[in-house]
């Protein structure tokens, strides 16, 4: 009997898809720090990045008075506290700048960036207002999410009518975070943004964190109003009513959780996930080289379903419910194609450039409010190119 693989061969091709895990579980941390502050013998790579994983890994680089180390030991640390509060952190990557003459914390971001980029959220050594303004600008414009904390007591001054705060808010710097605390040796923003660092961003927030390492301190009524005026977080004792005697009842909490620009974090990572998500799928639909048909754009369609459909069983998105009343499915997520065949019709310059398109949206777990899609593929030849294809 003749063996039918002789005279028929069947070819698979199994879809891969790029993972973000790596990128949003990394942590990128940015520090002045010299030759003084790392432990005898230790020699800094070329790069000037080090990956440290451990507290282990971390004692072989950093002297433990200095305040790098208490820095990057309280993002280690998260990872072992209990849920909801343990860190996801995979690596944190450290990267040692060197200031210049009339350069700032930006020049340094965008120095740390350029040599190594694989990490979603950082922060920096300083709790200087200026260097937190300058590196929190650079961030932005390099789409990371940047926190970072100050103990400047000026903000409380209700006469000065303007500030870094502010004006980060000014310029819709919505990718930044800032966080209050008194003590500047402890760190509060990398203890709570740690806690946030996830391979699922946005599966798990900073506000109500309790934090490990770092100290809750105590504010006047005045003070905390100011803090939320300018949406900044701050770690906090809690109790259920005024009066002494109360530390048994007391629970220790991160408030505040917002962005400079006063949207809830958790849900500024979910949009933040779902954006880079979309982007890295986009170019696994690119990698396929399909022809411009109706068909491929349902390819493109499946693939991002798909990503909705993961945020929605990990709590990214609200479940699909059913009105009680009208017996309507509500659903938590739509997303739907604007076909080539359509754009040939409404859109000629669209349709002769081999748009893809994408239109819906979805309901974030945190508020349930709709967050429109509007996604497109529209790339020139020149950057198709630029990226291999």
């Given at each position: 009997m003749a063996n039918i693989d002789q005279f028929v061969k069947v070819g698979f091709s199994i879809s891969k898809a790029t993972s973000l895990a790596i990128f949003f579980s990394n942590y990128g941390y940015l520090c002045t720090a010299t030759i003084d502050d790392f432990v005898d013998g230790y020699i800094l790579p070329p790069s000037n990045i080090i990956l440290l994983a451990t507290v282990e890994d971390l004692q072989k680089v950093f002297k433990t008075d200095t305040q790098y180390y208490k820095d990057i030991e309280t993002l280690l640390l998260q990872k072992g506290n209990l849920r909801p509060n343990r860190a996801g952190i995979n690596n944190v990557v450290v990267y040692v700048g060197v200031l210049g003459s009339g350069e700032t914390y930006?020049?340094?971001?965008?120095?740390?960036?350029?040599?190594?980029?694989?990490?979603?959220?950082?922060?920096?050594?300083?709790r200087n207002?200026?260097?937190?303004?300058?590196?929190?600008?650079?961030?932005?414009?390099?789409?990371?999410?940047?926190?970072?904390?100050?103990?400047?007591?000026?903000?409380?001054?209700?006469?000065?009518?303007?500030?870094?705060?502010?004006?980060?808010?000014?310029?819709?710097?919505?990718?930044?975070?800032?966080?209050?605390?008194?003590?500047?040796?402890?760190?509060?923003?990398?203890?709570?943004?740690?806690?946030?660092?996830?391979?699922?961003?946005?599966?798990v927030g900073d506000l109500y964190s309790q934090?490990?390492?770092?100290?809750?301190?105590?504010?006047?009524?005045?003070?905390?109003?100011?803090?939320?005026d300018l949406y900044l977080s701050y770690y906090t004792t809690v109790t259920f009513t005024d009066g002494g005697a109360l530390d048994n009842y007391a629970q220790k909490l991160l408030l505040g959780g917002f962005t400079v620009t006063g949207e809830d974090r958790k849900r500024r990572d979910i949009r933040y996930y779902f954006d880079k998500m979309f982007k890295a799928r986009s170019l696994d639909f690119l990698a396929k080289k399909l022809a411009y048909s109706d068909a491929s754009a349902n390819v493109l369609n499946e693939m991002l379903t798909r990503i909705l459909i993961e945020g929605q069983k990990n709590n990214l998105?609200?479940?699909?419910?059913?009105?009680?009343?009208?017996?309507?499915?509500?659903?938590?997520?739509?997303?739907?194609?604007i076909y080539p065949s359509q754009l040939r019709k409404t859109n000629p310059t669209a349709y002769g450039a081999k748009r893809y398109q994408e239109v819906g949206y979805y309901r974030d777990a945190v508020t349930g409010r709709e967050v429109a899609i509007d996604f497109y593929i529209d790339p020139e030849d020149y950057e198709l190119a630029e990226i291999g294809f």
């Open positions: 930006g020049n340094l971001v965008n120095e740390m960036i350029s040599v190594n980029g694989n990490y979603a959220r950082l922060t920096i050594d300083s207002l200026e260097d937190i303004f300058e590196a929190a600008k650079a961030a932005h414009s390099k789409d990371r999410r940047f926190v970072a904390q100050t103990s400047d007591e000026s903000l409380f001054d209700t006469t000065i009518t303007d500030n870094v705060i502010k004006e980060l808010n000014a310029l819709n710097c919505d990718l930044i975070d800032v966080d209050f605390h008194f003590n500047d040796s402890q760190a509060l923003a990398c203890g709570e943004s740690s806690i946030a660092t996830q391979e699922l961003m946005g599966s934090i490990t390492n770092v100290t809750p301190q105590e504010y006047t009524t005045t003070q905390e109003s100011i803090l939320k998105i609200v479940p699909n419910t059913i009105d009680e009343e009208t017996g309507e499915v509500i659903k938590g997520f739509d997303i739907k194609p």
